[in-house]
């Protein structure tokens, strides 16, 4: 994931929550200890706990370090950085899966209700550095870097795992027989959309020898089709019929449900345009509730 037109500002620190020590241990900022070396999760330069004026405690880059992975730059270029930390994943599951209608009493209660901003304007930057944002959608979590952690670092009181699962440790888990993914954010990559199913399925790799498919079913057939032309075109071929096609090579998307369903292995063979599934460890399924259960990361082509 790559994010353009990042500003740093030259008197900026990017102030981490957590951060690896040598023993590729995650450590919030506030269990850091002094004189010990931390790394950046996500590009990996030397940092040290230190705290703010405000009296946070947060990693910052060492002298002549320079962060650079996109995750950490936008940290570094806007001072928040957002976590998992104090989110419940099934409460966060079900936020994204079920919209919830504003309710007509709660109309005007913001303004009334929410205090009024400080008009100080000498805020040191040191103060909001590393300022911890609870994630409330797939956007943030996608532009986070989180798939370079790994699955047993805790964000709060739940491991990484318990929230997203990706190509980087799918294959501990699904291969598990007592595994069961239940809720949870997928990190997956389209493969084809299915007309007669109004679906699109997508693949979660892992090497060569290890795959996972997520179908995603339109219960409306005007849902499916715009979702589809999003990673399939129609193109002519020599012979003037026109087909579907991809748009990118690979499209990368996150996916969440709060209760994935397993699809047994008939119904999936019989569903599936691979034929050969030696390498396929399943297919799970999902009704598309609201346009926030499916992201589509930017590509960089």
Not at 44 to 70: E, F, L
Not at 81 to 108: I, M, Q, W
Not at 181 to 206: E, T
Request: charged share 25%.
């Amino acid at each position: 994931m790559y994010l353009k037109g990042i500003k740093i500002k030259n008197d900026n620190e990017a102030g981490l929550l957590y951060a690896y020590d040598s023993k590729k241990n995650y450590v919030p900022a506030t269990e850091a200890k002094p004189h010990i070396p931390y790394y950046c999760p996500y590009c990996g330069i030397r940092m040290h706990p230190t705290t703010t004026r405000s009296g946070r405690r947060i990693y910052a880059k060492n002298p002549g370090q320079v962060h650079c992975n996109p995750a950490c730059l936008t940290i570094e270029a806007k001072g928040v950085e957002h976590t998992f930390d104090g989110v419940n994943p099934n409460k966060l599951f079900v936020s994204l899966c079920y919209a919830t209608p504003r309710k007509k009493d709660d109309k005007g209660k913001k303004d009334a209700e929410t205090p009024p901003s400080s008009s100080s304007t000498d805020t040191k930057l040191s103060d909001t550095c590393g300022t911890p944002v609870p994630f409330s959608s797939l956007k943030q979590i996608a532009e986070s870097g989180i798939e370079i952690l790994n699955p047993d670092d805790k964000q709060g009181d739940y491991k990484v795992s318990d929230y997203l699962m990706t190509y980087k440790y799918a294959k501990k888990f699904f291969t598990n027989p007592n595994f069961t993914l239940g809720g949870r954010i997928v990190y997956a990559r389209f493969s084809f959309s299915d007309y007669k199913l109004s679906s699109l399925v997508f693949s979660l790799y892992s090497g060569t020898d290890f795959c996972v498919k997520f179908r995603v079913v339109f219960t409306s057939r005007r849902d499916f089709i715009t979702y589809r032309g999003k990673f399939e075109e129609y193109i002519e071929d020599e012979n003037g019929r026109t087909k579907f096609r991809k748009r990118y090579k690979k499209q990368d998307v996150l996916l969440v449900s709060d209760d994935w369903r397993r699809i047994d292995k008939i119904r999936c063979n019989d569903c599936c345009f691979f034929k050969n599934c030696n390498s396929c460890w399943g297919m799970y399924q999902v009704s598309f509730t609201n346009s926030k259960q499916l992201y589509l990361i930017p590509n960089d082509y």
